[in-house]
Each structure stands twice: as C-alpha cells, then as structure tokens.
C-alpha cells in the first residue's frame, strides 16, 4: 500500500478533546505524525486580563474539565504569592486534600478513556462508576460536580460539611478494594499487558530534554515530583513516596497512574489524621495586588503546572500566563508514535491524558 | 421430539393447494388449473419457499434475540442494567430498527457507484443465507446438504471479501483500512478454523451437521476428545464474526467504525443485524461440532430443538463474556496468534484426532 496522510482528529473517537493527529502510514505503520492543536484556543490568557483576581478563579476552574480544582488551586498559589499572604494551615489541608481527591479523580476519568481507546468498555464503565463517588464527594464538599469555584485567594471559599469526613473515609475504604478489581482486571491480564508494553518508548534522557513531566516523566523512571522536589502547601510535612517506574513505556505510564491513585488515598489519610481539628480555613486579602510578579507551580494530575502573574497596583492582572503540561507533551507526541501500528495511537496517546482546555487556553 | 417442518409443511401446503383451493377450482371447472396446482412439482416448489420463509425467520429472530441477550449480559458484566425498553428490554431492537429506518441515505460523493450498494447486499445476502445449512434438531432444518459443514464454512468466506469491497468503495481510508484488516484477519483465521473442522470431520467421518450430531449422540460429544480443537475453534470463530477482542475490521478507537464508516440507515441496521445473524451460525456452529448439537436428555416432552438454542446461547455467552474482560488486539499480533498459537495447537488436534481414530478407540 502507498504511503498515505489519515486526520486522527480533530472529530475522531481517538481524540479525547479538539485535536488532530496527522499521520503517515505505510500499511499498519507510522512513519510519519504531526500533532496539530488550536482548536479550542479561546483566548484564555487575554480575557482574564479584563477580569479582577477573584472572577479568574472561576476562570481557572474551566481550564480543564477533568482536574478543575488544581488549576484554580495553583492560581490562587500565584497570587498568593504576589499579595503576600500566608495561608491558614486548616486551609492548606483542605486543598492538598482536594488536590489529591482531584489526582484520584482525574486518573479515574484517564483509565475510563483509556478502556475505550483500547477496545474495552468495562474499564470504562467501572472506572466512571468509581469516580461518581469522587465527585458526590466533590458535591458536598462545593456545590459542583465538575467546575468547583472552590478555592479562594487566603484559603478556602467554606469548611466540610457535617459527616463529610465519614463520607470520604468510606468512599476511601471502598476505592482501595476496586483498586484490586482493577488490578485483576487489567494488569493481569495478558491481552490488555499485550496491548501496553513496549509501546511509545521515550529514553528518560529524551524526556527530559522534551521537557516532559508529570506521570510520563516519572514512568522514565525519574524522581521528579513537585510535591517533593518543590513542596507546596502541607506536603513536606507528609510522609508519602513517589511512585515511579523504569519502562519509559506505555505500561510504564499506566501502572505509574495507577500507583499514584493508591498513594493518592494514602495521603488523604494522613492528610484526615494530621489536620488541625479547627482554626481559620481564609484570610481577609486585598483586592489589589501590588506591582510585581509572581509564579506558582503544582504538580498537576497530568504534570507540572505553572501560573505567572504580573500586576500592575490595580484590581486585574496585567499578565496571566500558563504554563499547561499537556502542551508540552503534545508537542513530543510523534516521537512517541512513530513507528508503531494505527492501533497503537489511541493507547500510546491516551497514556497521555490529553485534555485540551489547558493546551490551547 | 422434535417439528418435522418438511413434513409440517409439506403436509400443510397440499392441504391448502389440493384439498382447499383445488377443490373450489374444480367447483369453477378451472380442472387444468386445479391439476397444474395440485402436481408434485408446484407443490415441492411452493414448500420450499414456505420452509425458507420460516427458516429465514426463527434466523432471525434468534439473531436479535442475541442482540438483546448481548445488551443485557454486557450490562451486568459492566456493573449496569442494561436496555430498558419494554418489558426486559426486549423493545429496544425494534426501537433501533425504526430509528435506523427513517435516516438518511446518503452515498459519499466519492464512493463507487456500483459496488457501494452492491457490498451490503452481498453481506446481508450471504449472511442470511447461512441459516439455510443450521439444522435446529433432527426435523427442523431447511437443508440437509450431505457437505453442510463445508458450505457454511465457504459461505463464511465470502464474508471478508464483500467487507473488502466496501471498505473500499467508499473511497475512505479508514474504510480501507478496515477492509484490508478484514480481509487479512479473516482469511488467516480460517485456517485454524477449517483445521480444527477437520478433525471433527475425521472422528464422526461426515461432512453432514445432521450425521455429526447423530453420531455425537450415539457416542461421545466432540469437546471431549478434541478439547484442544474446540478451543481453537472458539477463539477462531469469534475472529471469524468479528468481535472483541478481535473486532479489528472496525476498530472505533482508532478507525472510527472501521469499513462501516460510510454506510449509514437502514443498510447499517442491516449490516449489524448480519452480524449477529453470523454470531448465531458460529456459535450454532460451536455447539453442534462439539457440543453435540441437540443432543440431551428429553423426557419425551422438551424439544430438541430447545437443546440446542440452549447450547447456542451459553456459546454466545462466552463470546459476551469475553468482550466484557478483554481489549482489542493489535493487527500484528492477532496475525501472531493466529499463525503461531493457534494454528500449531489446531494441527496437534488433527493429529489426537488421526490418532484416536486410527487406534479405533471413537
């Protein structure tokens, strides 16, 4: 057969989001991609710069569907950060809390796309099954199932409700058995270990270089986590490990993700016994910021994200930039699909979590 | 018991030909036409048509009634429902059929002209006609073909070349893609297949599923001695109607819906529908080969009949089940199993096979 360009995008059931993916195969195999993105830029970066610094988090909150809190966690850390303001400690429990709940969440809805990417729809619906729960959770603790308007500059927006401890210690006992029904699932299964290992290999040289982070970073087997190499928030006081693994491959990058949902219940935990019992969950904050400039970085459920702020001693940013991991890893995306099979492009690709809020902005 | 739908129907027909409406000819003095009504000829033509029409039928009927069972299993194996219209969700296939019947039809700008509309045809056609060698028991069945086995098989194989054409028809690439995948799945699959027949074939020494079964019935069921034939024989007939994990053809993660991608309304009703229609001869195919057909104990009350839709369905449930666990294989490796798995362990069977029966022992 001639070789030949096929549009995996940007309407394709491969692409989870408004993405296209050009390739060139000769037969079943790739020779030849091209990741093309843009379409859903909405201008993100300009539009909050007419909006004053608590309209943005709400803002913040639509950069991605799937991890809503991190981003408007890591914006309010920015302007944090240029105000000046400590945060009380009852509060940055709540949002590593949060964060973590999210990570879970997030990797919940990764696994449910990656069921369907590799032909399998059980995956998908247990995977969404468990991440209802999440989101209940999510519901009580802010009145949104997706887009939570949660965090707040100085802190939180309220405190738990009434039994939500309880709910997430049950939700959290409950998990940790599905976890093993995914273990039996998919990673003992030969078919599925068939469909991952091996595929998309990237040298951890290579994916530094690429700047790639996140899980796809730490499947290289490189110890790089931002919650340990730059602690924010409560995580230095935390004792937790850092999942890794050596495979630099696609079944690296799955059993990484799956690792860290298990360490990411381990953490609420510890998060639940180590939070102070009462105390202020928001600070009163300025609604201006001074001039100067600020940056914050978090380590996102798909890699590190990064807001920097500049402000002008007025009620707006001057200048709100993101710094999106997956945009990263979408441009080194066809090193990571060359030449394997057609059919190895939705499980190689969706290893990656595609989410294209945050890429495009 | 069993339905002896020939006699049935045969009865039936020179009832009605001969005995009603010849009788109010010969009342009008049209005797000629009474005769011509009444000779054996007419009367073997018109039963035939009418056991086709019964046979074509229960196909059907038993081809959605895996739909269904299909929906229903997959969603308790998934930890959901499943359909819900009507009573059990038995509506539901009704509800896709008219759904499917008020779309457009739409033939890409692009696509070939003549053989665009021809693929499906050939598809549903051949599909369709595969019901005609599936003996439901010893009396219900519309041909008794001494090669029975062979011309299901053969019709099987007409199957990945009408998916190739369409594929390629369409003038699309996924759907060319699709096809080639079909077309390379397909026949490699058959192999195996056709091995693991054989050595069904060499035990019961007929090409007839009538005589496969009497004799599974007489002696000893075919999954017992060639276990090893069967499971090849599973494995390569879930390839052979193209489902997961080997649904390659149309595998919508990456090629949207495969060489289907196109084809749109009542004609994707149809193809779908086909496809069920072969699941229902793959697995009537399983149980008769090796799981003895109607073969069970009747008490002079139960059907035979009801034996073998019995055994067909818990051989689809296999199918759902494995659906439910696995994901789609990769082209390269399901050629990989297929050559180097599957075609090994259906040669060793062939081998048992020649072995037990040379020794006399079957």
């Avoid at chain 1, 549009?7 to 990741?35: C, F, S, Y």
């Avoid at chain 1, 991991?325 to 441009?331: A, C, D, G, H």
């Avoid at chain 2, 649904?247 to 004609?267: F, H, I, K, Q, S």
């Avoid at chain 2, 009703?269 to 072969?278: D, K, P």
Wanted: contains cysteine; charged residues 20%.
């Amino acid at each position: 057969m001639a070789e030949m360009w096929i549009n995996m995008g940007p309407q394709h059931p491969m692409t989870h989001g408004l993405w296209n993916m050009r390739i060139k195969v000769d037969g079943e195999t790739i020779v030849d991609a091209e990741p093309v993105i843009g379409y859903l830029h909405r201008g993100w970066e300009k539009m909050v710069e007419d909006r004053n610094y608590i309209q943005i988090i709400p803002m913040a909150d639509r950069l991605c569907y799937g991890s809503s809190f991190t981003w408007s966690h890591v914006y309010c850390m920015a302007v944090e950060k240029l105000m000046d303001i400590e945060v009380p400690e009852r509060a940055k429990y709540i949002r590593a809390m949060s964060d973590e709940l999210q990570r879970i969440g997030n990797h919940l809805m990764w696994l449910a796309a990656i069921g369907t990417d590799l032909g399998n729809l059980t995956v998908f619906l247990y995977a969404t099954r468990d991440r209802e729960l999440f989101l209940d959770l999510f519901t009580a603790l802010t009145g949104a199932r997706m887009t939570y308007n949660y965090c707040r500059i100085g802190g939180v927006r309220n405190d738990s409700p009434a039994n939500w401890v309880r709910d997430l210690e049950r939700t959290l006992d409950y998990f940790e058995k599905r976890l093993k029904e995914y273990d039996m699932l998919i990673d003992q299964s030969k078919l599925f270990r068939m469909r991952m290992e091996g595929l998309g290999y990237m040298s951890p040289k290579d994916t530094i270089n690429a700047g790639i982070t996140g899980p796809v970073l730490r499947a290289a087997g490189v110890k790089q986590d931002l919650r340990h190499n730059d602690p924010y928030e409560i995580y230095d006081e935390l004792d937790w490990h850092m999942c890794t693994h050596d495979g630099c491959d696609t079944w690296a990058r799955y059993r990484v993700r799956m690792m860290e949902m298990q360490e990411s219940v381990n953490i609420v935990r510890e998060c639940l016994k180590k939070m102070p019992k009462d105390g202020p969950i928001r600070v009163k904050t300025p609604r201006t910021a001074p001039a100067g400039t600020a940056m914050a970085r978090m380590e996102d459920p798909r890699g590190e994200s990064l807001m920097y702020v500049v402000g002008d001693g007025t009620g707006k940013p001057y200048r709100l930039s993101v710094r999106s991991p997956l945009f990263v890893i979408l441009s080194a995306s066809d090193k990571l699909i060359k030449g394997s099979k057609i059919a190895d492009v939705p499980s190689i690709l969706g290893m990656l979590d595609v989410c294209m809020g945050e890429t495009d902005r | 018991m069993y339905l002896d739908l020939w006699g049935l129907v045969g009865g039936l027909v020179h009832w009605l030909m001969v005995d009603i409406v010849g009788t109010i000819l010969d009342w009008l003095h049209l005797y000629a036409l009474a005769d011509w009504l009444g000779s054996p000829g007419v009367l073997q033509i018109v039963t035939i048509l009418v056991v086709a029409l019964i046979i074509l039928i229960v196909g059907m009927l038993v081809s959605i009634t895996l739909i269904w069972q299909e929906r229903k299993m997959l969603g308790r194996f998934m930890d959901r429902v499943g359909t819900q219209v009507g009573p059990f969700g038995l509506f539901q296939n009704f509800a896709d059929a008219f759904k499917v019947l008020v779309k457009e039809y739409i033939v890409p700008n692009a696509a070939d002209r003549l053989i665009y509309p021809l693929a499906p045809i050939l598809i549903i056609g051949v599909s369709m006609a595969m019901f005609v060698t599936i003996p439901y028991s010893q009396g219900f069945y519309m041909s008794d073909s001494d090669l029975s086995v062979i011309l299901t098989l053969a019709m099987f194989g007409v199957i990945p070349f009408a998916v190739l054409l369409g594929g390629w028809a369409s003038n699309n690439k996924y759907t060319l893609i699709g096809g080639m995948r079909a077309a390379a799945q397909t026949c490699a699959y058959e192999v195996p297949l056709l091995l693991s027949v054989a050595s069904v074939v060499v035990l019961t020494g007929s090409l007839s599923l009538n005589d496969v079964v009497a004799y599974q019935q007489e002696n000893v069921w075919m999954v017992v001695p060639l276990i090893i034939g069967f499971l090849v024989f599973i494995i390569s007939m879930i390839s052979e109607i193209e489902r997961v994990p080997f649904d390659l053809p149309e595998a919508e993660a990456e090629l949207v819906e495969g060489w289907g991608t196109e084809y749109g309304g009542m004609r994707f009703g149809l193809i779908m529908m086909s496809e069920y229609a072969r699941a229902f001869v793959g697995s009537s195919l399983v149980a008769l080969l090796f799981l003895g057909g109607w073969a069970g104990p009747t008490f002079g009350i139960i059907p035979e009949g009801l034996w073998f839709l019995l055994k067909m369905f818990l051989v689809f449930t296999i199918f759902i089940w494995a659906r439910a666990a696995l994901p789609r294989v990769r082209t390269d490796q399901i050629l990989h199993i297929c050559w180097k798995r599957l075609l090994p362990l259906a040669a060793i069977n062939l081998f048992i096979a020649v072995f037990f029966k040379t020794m006399g022992w079957f």
